[in-house]
């Protein structure tokens, strides 16, 4: 089930990419940050039967356990996430069209929103992309321009797009309205999710805790006043997965 962002509570296929040329404070999937020896695969949606299978996977394979997946009424969308998504976007070119074809379902693309030139090339197999916005005082990565770039590409394409930014306890109001004044330069119209970085205590965990750390209900509200300055939709919402164990 989908926990973040426009799509959250919806039922969809996550197709989790290996590999991220980012390295993000908050990250709870840092596993993904090199190619792991093994990927898991869930055989019955939602009851969390994963079985183990070696990397790499050849397209063929993938097609097939989607294809297990793709249960007659159950899923919304097939999520792409990572990792960074945009990172294989030469494999992407070659199978969204498969993958589309074999489940009739919408593609939904999430990515960090710091590579543009990527995007492009996927834009007419995409319906809908959750960007990010990374904070420096949050993430500790800065692409201000890039994000700035990814936005109007997708504006200009009127390709669907929503953006979430992270909020932790150390996040500067500055770097905000940078963001909200991206955004409302850009597209107005796009919603702006807050999401409050949700730490992870289990073994699994990998949110560096001297690093970050959950932000107030105060400030959360304060932020959202601020962003209603730049666009009209600004949503708080938690990592529900997390609460709901769906990791």
């Given at each position: 089930m989908q926990g973040e962002g426009l799509n959250v509570g919806t039922r969809q296929i996550f197709i989790r990419f290996a590999l991220c040329d980012l390295r993000c404070h908050f990250c709870d999937s840092s596993n993904t940050w090199k190619m792991p020896?093994?990927?898991?695969?869930?055989?019955?949606?939602?009851?969390?039967?994963?079985?183990?299978?070696?990397?790499?996977?050849?397209?063929?394979?993938?097609?097939?356990?989607?294809?297990?997946?793709?249960?007659?009424?159950?899923?919304?969308?097939?999520?792409?996430?990572?990792?960074?998504?945009?990172?294989?976007?030469?494999?992407?070119?070659?199978?969204?069209?498969?993958?589309r074809d074999l489940t009739k379902l919408p593609i939904y693309l999430e990515t960090g929103g710091h590579r543009p030139q990527q995007l492009a090339q996927l834009i007419p197999h995409l319906d809908l992309v959750g960007m990010d916005i990374k904070l420096p005082s949050v993430s500790g990565e800065n692409h201000w321009q890039a994000h700035k770039e990814f936005l109007k590409?997708?504006?200009?394409?009127?390709?669907?797009?929503?953006?979430?930014?992270?909020?932790?306890?150390?996040?500067?109001?500055?770097?905000?309205?940078?963001?909200?004044?991206?955004?409302?330069?850009?597209?107005?119209?796009?919603?702006?999710?807050?999401?409050?970085?949700?730490?992870?205590?289990?073994?699994?965990?990998?949110?560096?805790?001297?690093?970050?750390?959950?932000?107030?209900?105060?400030q959360i509200l304060m932020w959202q006043v601020l962003m209603k300055e730049f666009v009209k939709e600004v949503r708080v919402l938690p990592q529900t997965h997390k609460i709901l164990n769906q990791l």
């Open positions: 020896e093994i990927c898991r695969i869930e055989n019955t949606p939602g009851l969390r039967d994963f079985q183990n299978h070696l990397n790499p996977v050849t397209p063929e394979k993938l097609l097939a356990w989607v294809q297990q997946q793709n249960k007659p009424f159950i899923h919304d969308s097939i999520s792409l996430t990572g990792g960074e998504t945009l990172i294989h976007t030469l494999f992407l070119i070659k199978f969204l069209p498969q993958v590409l997708c504006y200009e394409s009127k390709l669907e797009v929503f953006v979430k930014i992270i909020v932790s306890k150390n996040t500067e109001l500055m770097d905000l309205k940078i963001a909200g004044e991206i955004v409302r330069n850009v597209n107005p119209g796009s919603p702006i999710f807050l999401q409050p970085v949700t730490p992870l205590d289990t073994p699994t965990g990998s949110i560096n805790h001297n690093l970050i750390s959950s932000p107030s209900p105060k």
